[in-house]
């Protein structure tokens, strides 16, 4: 029988693992935090897990590895599982929250104390940093490491009942103060912290860290393939000796790959809180954000974010990964599903003089120039017309390919026309052109034959709709950020919203659909916005540039 390759190192491990029945079904989970909202990166742990369930015909759950109260929130659970969702993917059964097994991971911390493997420590972070030691040098004994197990338990007991205050005591793993990872030097495993939890409200004054509760969650759930990015490879022994000394119903075994860095871009949640907080963008899901929400708004299509992950690849090693990937992952997919629409937005009057006032032709153009099912739009043609200013000079070199005095241009999908008068005001700004239309050139060229040398998009004065176009461009000017100690924030490019208020667009446009996107013929893919975009006040935001020229797109000729 022939076999599939393994796409990346961990479908090889798993299909291995299948082979020689070390499991018989795969189960994955995705395990947010949600103490913000999803991004980018996030994206690909998903694609990641939820695509390796899906290869090997196995499930993956959504898990919530909610242990820090303080930071999280029902905005961000929400707003998680509608973002998951919304790249395609669905969980096994429910969602799942790491709070509902707090008395399960208690208990195993009272049973770690009864075998001698936990203690309860009353330094305080200061002295305890100290006696940790450093990458160099070992760590030293807690003096509280001997307590005998009647007293631990006894304390573990007063820390849950809430006799302590914050930070007076922790419990720690009795390990290896020694140990040449650091991870190991008795790390703590439960912390006093006297806030409400969003899930068990008042029931718990102590919280398990993230370390000691991640991989016994994990092995609750049966996950066979806990998969996580590589700066948990150090934590993986740690994680390991939990599962050795504990009870637990099923070991998991844990994978890292490599984070997902794309450049222009930083994706720490607390970054993008800054970004949120300090006012920089207008929410998690402002469209120049990385967030999934973000991306969503900005036209960003869950295929396109999932081939780029796909493309990118899943190895070993973290790396910065162009972001110029995921803007051509966008364009490819935008330019094969995108209708086609146009969109006027430095907009200059034509008024052709010898058309007859008060008529309106209702020329006809396809949506889309490969897929005719995509249907058609009416494109009403009049007399008074707007074009870009930037497609209209007085005079020009050969190079310049659209409409200047005494030549012609092809209006997209209509007449061909010919410049006869530049209107200017006092000032001497070109304020309106006055043009001829050239009889009988659609879909012909001129029958004197002077041909036009380009195409430009046009919108009927009478007929089209003011839109507001906002333009947005990349966040940050840097290429990388937030590397090493650079300030992130001194890096936020000026130029990354510029809302065009009194763009037009032609008539069939007011129609689109919140998140519908669009080509605008040669300004690039625009969608209607997800919250703002209605019939009477349209609202288009810019996804991305078109890649190529007009010229280059080949659609000049008709
Ligand atoms: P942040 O550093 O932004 O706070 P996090 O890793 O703490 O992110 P979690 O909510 O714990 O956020 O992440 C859930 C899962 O997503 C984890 O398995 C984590 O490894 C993975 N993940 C987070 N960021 C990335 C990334 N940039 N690339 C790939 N996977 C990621
Ligand atoms: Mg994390």
Redesign the pocket.
């Known amino acids: 029988m022939e076999k599939t390759p393994a796409s990346n190192f961990l479908e090889a491990i798993i299909s291995e693992d299948l082979a020689a029945g070390r499991v018989q079904a795969v189960v994955t989970r995705?395990?947010?935090?949600p103490?913000?909202y999803l991004?980018?990166?996030?994206a690909?742990?998903i694609c990641v897990n939820f695509g390796l369930a899906e290869t090997f015909g196995g499930r993956c759950n959504l898990r919530f590895?909610d242990t820090n109260p303080e930071k999280e929130s029902q905005e961000y659970i929400d707003s998680i599982q509608a973002d998951v969702r919304w790249l395609g993917f669905s969980w096994d059964g429910e969602v799942r929250f790491a709070s509902s097994y707090f008395q399960q991971l208690y208990d195993w911390a009272v049973y770690l104390v009864e075998q001698g493997n936990a203690y309860v420590c009353d330094l305080d972070a200061a002295q305890a940093r100290e006696y940790r030691g450093t990458l160099t040098e070992p760590g030293r004994d807690s003096p509280f490491r001997n307590r005998s197990v009647a007293e631990n338990l006894g304390l573990l007991a007063r820390m849950k009942a809430g006799e302590f205050a914050e930070g007076e005591k922790v419990l720690r793993a009795k390990i290896d103060m020694a140990s040449p990872n650091m991870n190991m030097r008795d790390p703590i495993l439960y912390r006093i912290r006297k806030v409400p939890h969003h899930q068990t409200g008042d029931s718990w004054v102590i919280y398990p860290t993230y370390d000691f509760a991640h991989g016994q969650e994990d092995a609750i759930e049966g996950i066979t393939h806990s998969?996580?990015?590589l700066e948990?490879e150090d934590h993986r022994p740690l994680y390991d000796w939990f599962i050795e000394h504990l009870p637990v119903p099923s070991r998991p075994r844990q994978y890292e790959f490599g984070?997902?860095?794309p450049s222009y871009t930083v994706?720490?949640?607390?970054k993008?809180k800054q970004l949120v907080d300090d006012g920089v963008v207008d929410g998690w899901d402002d469209p120049r954000m990385p967030t999934v929400a973000g991306m969503r708004r900005r036209g960003y299509t869950p295929a396109a974010i999932r081939k780029f992950c796909q493309m990118i690849g899943t190895t070993r090693s973290d790396g910065v990964v162009d972001v110029a990937m995921l803007e051509f992952a966008i364009r490819e997919d935008l330019n094969e599903n995108a209708p086609r629409a146009m969109c006027v937005l430095n907009p200059l009057k034509v008024v052709l003089t010898d058309y007859p006032e008060g008529r309106v032709e209702e020329l006809v153009a396809a949506r889309h120039p490969t897929r005719p099912e995509l249907g058609e739009r009416v494109l009403p043609f009049t007399r008074e017309l707007y074009i870009d200013a930037e497609d209209f000079r007085e005079e020009a070199n050969k190079k310049y390919k659209r409409l200047v005095l005494g030549k012609r241009v092809r209006l997209r999908n209509a007449y061909v026309i010919e410049a006869v008068e530049a209107v200017k005001d006092a000032a001497g700004t070109v304020v309106e052109v006055h043009a001829r239309v050239i009889a009988d050139t659609i879909g012909n060229d001129p029958a004197d034959g002077i041909k036009p040398k380009g195409v430009i998009q046009w919108v009927s004065a009478s007929s089209g709709r003011q839109a507001t176009v906002r333009l947005y461009d990349r966040l940050f000017s840097h290429e990388s950020p937030d590397k090493g100690d650079r300030d992130f924030m001194a890096h936020i490019n000026p130029d990354s919203l510029r809302v065009v208020a009194g763009a037009w667009i032609e008539p069939a446009l007011v129609q689109a659909s919140p998140e519908q996107g669009f080509q605008f013929e040669r300004e690039g893919y625009f969608v209607a916005d997800r919250y703002d975009h209605t019939e009477q006040a349209p609202v288009f935001n810019r996804t991305i540039g078109l890649r190529d020229s007009w010229g280059d797109q080949g659609g000049a000729g008709e």
Do not use: A, Q, V, Y
Request: charged share 25%; glycine share 8%.
């Open positions: 995705f395990p947010p935090e103490n913000g991004h980018i990166g996030h690909k742990s590895d998969i996580c990015t948990f984070r997902l860095n994706t720490s949640k607390r993008l």
